[in-house]
């Protein structure tokens, strides 16, 4: 019988109890535990869900906590990249640790299409070897449902293995089989003890990751009924069970009271207590009464008037704005949110999502993205990433056709010399592509020779002046990653500057918070607000369309957004406000995609009519009938 993943080396502690019970407080006083033991910080390691999260435990512990004496806090992914980082790692595994940014992403999938695969087809191929990884499938032989999965999915890891990068999603899979497999190497990794927070949000890759870092003692804390995504796409709900299942030994913790204010507990419950979720409530030690409304508003515009009429009202009453927490059903209803509360002078914190993008087959729309690939091209002029981005740039095809010749070994690029085949092409497109590609290199070997010798923020001007980048929200995220940086830094340096700002979205300043549901891991606020509680926003619309969507499949839909709305709510303190709007123009309605569920004119205007959220229907009472 081969040995569960899951089996740890350490002793096993899991504390487990509903969301606003104390979890992170224990994690912190475990922390404070060993410390006062003569533990050294270095040999405590914390995991949080999300950077975001991370941000917030290290505050938390900063609060108590030595600056000396702090251990490292971060996220499962974040780390599992640094071991790949190690010069031990990238030997042995032939793979830089680094990760695809958006722009490299599209590239690699453009040249997974020319497996000639329907397009549906190969993004449910993708989407099902994603989550393989994360649930550390075998991945190989008779694993695969045909010969066209094994095909696609040779072609994806070639590629990768060719540009030397990881997908950020393999991440944790591939620490974990590296340490398996080297153990030695990854004792430099291992601490004695490990401490996660929010285990269920982590992927089963992360969750055996974990337990493989800690040689003394492994503290997990978990929530039972909680079935939202944090950082990763893939978290593994059942990880605690399949933990304490391989670990017979492991002591099971149960925090079985709530601290969150009185009323906010029974709004809590009562959403835990809905038959989407159907967990049992549990008893307020809190003796602060708190409140918590559903505020209806009549139109999206009222709502989002609405929302900053609250916010002013709780900060003229003493509340700080890194005290509220505003969480909006979908990013383009945060965004407006921001938007309001900055109008009317109030400082806002959205959660910052950098991100290298734009058009590839469109040179001028992803001139960011060149500036960067010019970065890696300056940190190494043979980068097979860097040289296959740049002849990707501006082609309708991506240079798919010869980026499959090169990761074949039937050619090979080079910064200085161009293409070169091992025997001569016959095909026209390879021959065409070639020739665009040889003076798309020969365009960039001037401009690397341009910025030979200059660093830091120098460096970064150069290579935005030399592609003509605008001053968008790709120029904006390389110059902050050159502040990180230093004015000394060299392009290697500047290239993991803009990676870590990638890979680390979080709320930035001390506003008000503005994110989604799911941003909230982690986080706790005096006062919640959840905006945009209508059906469509929350629920999409195909949800109520029995054409779209099989009514057996709702149930597993409305439990995962039930889990966000529940989870988001118990990160409120004190007070907790649910807002949505009753009606919208038709043209909004449908731009918004709402459920209409009823449309009346009035004074020549068609109106909809809008329905609170299925999420919230325990605390409204009203619910969508069919």
């Known amino acids: 019988m081969d040995l569960s993943p899951y089996a740890s080396a350490a002793e096993v502690h899991s504390v487990e109890g509903r969301v606003g019970c104390g979890k992170t407080q224990r994690l912190v006083e475990a922390v404070l535990d060993l410390l006062a033991q003569g533990v050294p910080p270095r040999e405590i390691i914390l995991f949080a869900a999300t950077p975001a999260a991370a941000c917030a435990l290290e505050r938390r512990l900063k609060a108590v906590v030595p600056l000396e004496d702090l251990p490292l806090v971060t996220t499962l992914p974040l780390y599992a990249l640094d ?26 999938l453009e040249d997974v299409k020319t497996s000639g695969v329907a397009p549906r087809r190969l993004s449910e191929m993708l989407k099902f070897f994603y989550r393989s990884w994360a649930d550390l499938e075998p991945m190989s032989g008779d694993w695969f449902y045909d010969e066209q999965e094994e095909r696609v999915f040779r072609l994806l890891v070639g590629s990768l293995r060719h540009r030397e990068s990881y997908l950020a999603c393999e991440l944790p899979r591939a ?122 508003f009549e139109r999206p515009k009222s709502e989002l008037t609405g929302v900053v009429s609250l916010v002013s009202h709780h900060l003229s009453y003493g509340a700080r704005p890194q005290d509220i927490a505003v969480a909006a059903a979908t990013r383009q209803w945060a ?16 959660l910052s999502r950098p991100s290298l993008g734009g058009d590839m087959r469109h040179a001028d729309t992803c001139r960011a993205a060149r500036a960067f690939t010019l970065l890696r091209l300056a940190a190494d002029p043979e980068d097979p990433l860097a040289l296959r981005s740049w002849c990707g740039f501006g082609d309708y095809l991506a240079q798919s056709a010869l980026a499959n010749a090169v990761a074949s070994g039937d050619a090979a690029l080079s910064l200085r010399a161009g293409v070169a085949f091992a025997d001569a092409p016959e095909s026209a497109l390879l021959r065409q592509q070639a020739a665009s590609a040889t003076t798309a290199l020969a365009e960039a070997a001037e401009i ?54 990638v ?26 607000i959840m905006a945009g509680l209508v059906n469509g926003l929350v629920l999409p619309r195909r949800y109520f369309d029995p054409a779209q969507m099989e009514r057996d499949k709702r149930p597993a839909m409305l439990a995962a957004e039930m889990a966000k709305t529940y989870a988001c709510a118990g990160k409120a303190a004190s007070t907790l406000l649910f807002t949505y709007f009753t009606e919208a123009p038709l043209a909004e309605a449908e731009s918004l995609q709402l459920k209409i569920h009823r449309v009346r004119l009035r004074e020549g205007e068609r109106v909809c009519e809008v329905h609170p959220s299925e999420t919230i229907r325990a605390i409204t009472g009203v619910s969508y009938h069919d």
């Open 83 to 108: 071991v790949l980082s190690s010069p031990q790692a990238e030997a042995r595994t032939g793979r830089r640790g680094r990760i695809l940014m958006g722009f490299e992403e599209r590239l690699l």
């Open 175 to 296: 620490a974990f089989d590296y340490g398996q497999r080297f153990a030695h190497d990854l004792e430099a990794f291992r601490r004695d003890y490990v401490l996660v927070d929010d285990y269920q949000m982590a992927s089963r890759a992360s969750q055996c990751l974990a337990g493989l870092l800690a040689r003394t003692a492994l503290l997990v804390a978990s929530e039972p009924c909680a079935r939202t995504h944090g950082s990763e796409d893939y978290p593994h709900f059942s990880g605690i069970e399949e933990l304490v299942a391989a670990n017979p030994n492991a002591v099971r913790e149960t925090l079985a009271y709530s601290h969150l204010s009185r009323v906010v507990t029974d709004a809590v419950n009562l959403l835990a207590a809905d038959e989407a979720l159907d967990a049992r409530p549990v008893p307020c030690a809190c003796t602060d009464q708190g409140s918590c409304e559903a505020v209806a």
């Open 335 to 350: 965004a407006r949110i921001a938007q309001a509360l900055q109008a009317e002078g109030i400082a806002a914190s959205p």
């Open 448 to 501: 690397v020779d341009c910025l030979s010798g200059l660093r830091g923020s120098a460096l970064i001007d150069a290579a935005i002046v030399a592609v003509g980048a605008d001053d968008d929200q790709g120029v904006a995220l390389l110059r902050a990653a050159a502040k990180d940086a230093g004015e000394q830094a060299t392009a290697p340096a500047l290239c993991d500057a803009v990676q870590d700002r």
């Open 503 to 528: 890979l680390s979205p979080g709320f930035v300043g001390d506003g008000v918070r503005v994110g989604l549901p799911e941003d909230f891991a982690g986080q706790t606020a005096c006062v919640v």
